[in-house]
C-alpha cells in the first residue's frame, strides 16, 4: 500500500516557540492532504485540509494564523504550530487520500509536547 | 454538521466476535469508512462501504444501512493482537471528501 511518513515523530519544546511537521507522499502524489490532532483517548479531529497549489481550508475552531500549512509541492504538507503553549501538546496525524477518497493513508503521527 | 456514535469500549475473549454498531447523522454521504488504532499508533484503513450490504475482508466485516444511517464492524476470531481502538468515519463528498471520526471503541482481547 501507500506511505505517509511524518517528520519529527516527536518533539518537545518551549512554550512560545514555532514547530514545523512535515508530512510526505513517499511513493505517490496527493493534491490534498489532512491534518488532524488527536488528544489522548480521544478521536481524531480533522484540524484543516491542505492543498497543493493553493489555500488550506480550515475547519471550524481553529486559527489559521496559530496553524500555517503550506502544501508545497505533490508530496509534501507543512504543519506550523506558532507560539505553541502547553494547551497544544496533542498528537498531530497527516492523512492522504490514495488512488480517490475511499482509502486514505496516514502518517505515523508527531507527539507534541510544550513545556 | 457530521455526528457519529459508537460504543466507548468492549471487550471480549479470544476466538469470541465483537460487533461495533456506529450510528451516523450527516450531509453529504459518500461513505462509510473503518479504521484501527492501536496506543500510539496511526490508524490503519480497514474497510469502506459505499453501498448498502456486508463487506468481507478476512476476519473482518463491515456492513452498511444507508436508509438507517447504520453501519457496523464485525470482528471474528479475535486475537489479541485485535486489542485496539476502532474508528468509524463519514466521508462527505461534498465537503472536500474530508472524513468525521466518531469517538472510536476500544476493544480489549482477553485470554
Known amino acids: 500500500g501507500a506511505v505517509v511518513s511524518q517528520h519529527p515523530s516527536w518533539v518537545i519544546c518551549k512554550s512560545g516557540t514555532s514547530v514545523k511537521i512535515e508530512c510526505r507522499s513517499l511513493d505517490f502524489q496527493a493534491t490534498t492532504m489532512f491534518w488532524y490532532r488527536q488528544f489522548p483517548k480521544q478521536s481524531l479531529m480533522l484540524m484543516a485540509t491542505?492543498?497543493?497549489?493553493?489555500?488550506?481550508?480550515?475547519e471550524q475552531g481553529v486559527e489559521k494564523d496559530k496553524f500555517l500549512i503550506n502544501h508545497a509541492s505533490l508530496t509534501l504538507s507543512t504543519l506550523t504550530v506558532t507560539s505553541a503553549h502547553p494547551e497544544d501538546s496533542s498528537f498531530y496525524i497527516c492523512s492522504a487520500p490514495y488512488q480517490g477518497y475511499n482509502e486514505q493513508f496516514f502518517g505515523p503521527g508527531t507527539r507534541l509536547t510544550v513545556l | 454538521g457530521q455526528s457519529l456514535e459508537q460504543p466507548s469500549e468492549v471487550t471480549a475473549v479470544e476466538g469470541a466476535i465483537v460487533q461495533i454498531n456506529c450510528t451516523y447523522q450527516?450531509?453529504?454521504?459518500?461513505?462509510l469508512s473503518w479504521y484501527q488504532q492501536h496506543d500510539g499508533g496511526a490508524p490503519t484503513f480497514l474497510s469502506y462501504?459505499?453501498?448498502?450490504g456486508l463487506e468481507e475482508t478476512g476476519r473482518f466485516s463491515s456492513f452498511l444501512s444507508r436508509s438507517d444511517s447504520y453501519g457496523y464492524l464485525l470482528l471474528q476470531e479475535l486475537q489479541m493482537k485485535d486489542s485496539a481502538s476502532y474508528f468509524c468515519a463519514v466521508r462527505d463528498g461534498a465537503a472536500g471528501n474530508k472524513l468525521t471520526f466518531g469517538g472510536g471503541t476500544r476493544v480489549l482481547v482477553k485470554p
Open positions: 462501504n459505499a453501498l448498502d
Open positions: 450527516t450531509s453529504g454521504f459518500y461513505g
Open positions: 491542505s492543498n497543493e497549489g493553493s489555500k488550506a481550508t480550515y
